[in-house]
């Protein structure tokens, strides 16, 4: 025997329009959750990454320094061994830069799981 809902189709479209309601709030808790996360891991890691490369900045000069020194004591002018390492350098770090830039464009800051809940929902709520 099926139980009847005392409700009248009204109050039934009411309790729908709120609950509707309710679950757009929390989509929207959730992307700014998931945002605040997301942003909260990529300033930790790039703290990190900064003091890594402040560290290998600082080395990385005196091996310049050392070449340049090098190249002087093997018979080229000093400043023609500075020129030398400095193009040498620059052509390496001209690389690096459009490598990283690159990269950086495949990332994606959507929050994908939001979407994806957002999706669903929109599915659910044309079906009822």
């Keep these: 025997m099926a139980v009847q809902d005392p409700r009248s189709l009204g109050e039934l ?3 729908l329009s709120r609950e509707t309601g309710v679950l757009v709030r ?3 808790e959730l992307a700014t959750t998931e945002l605040t ?3 909260k891991e990529a300033v930790t ?3 990190i990454a900064a ?3 402040a560290l290998a900045h600082a080395g990385f000069l005196v091996l310049l320094a050392a070449i340049v020194i090098g190249l002087a004591q093997l018979g080229i002018q000093p400043w023609l061994s ?3 390492v400095a193009i040498v350098t620059i052509g390496v770090g001209y690389l690096l ?3 990283g830039v690159t990269r950086m464009r495949r990332i994606s800051p959507a929050p994908a799981q939001t979407i ?3 999706k669903e929902t929109a599915a659910w709520t044309k079906s009822v």
């Design 26 to 28: 929390k989509e929207v």
């Design 45 to 47: 890691d790039a703290a």
């Design 82 to 84: 500075a020129l030398i």
């Design 51 to 53: 003091a890594g490369g």
């Design 116 to 118: 994806q809940t957002l």
């Design 13 to 15: 479209l009411a309790d």
């Design 37 to 39: 996360a997301k942003a």
């Design 97 to 99: 830069i459009i490598r």
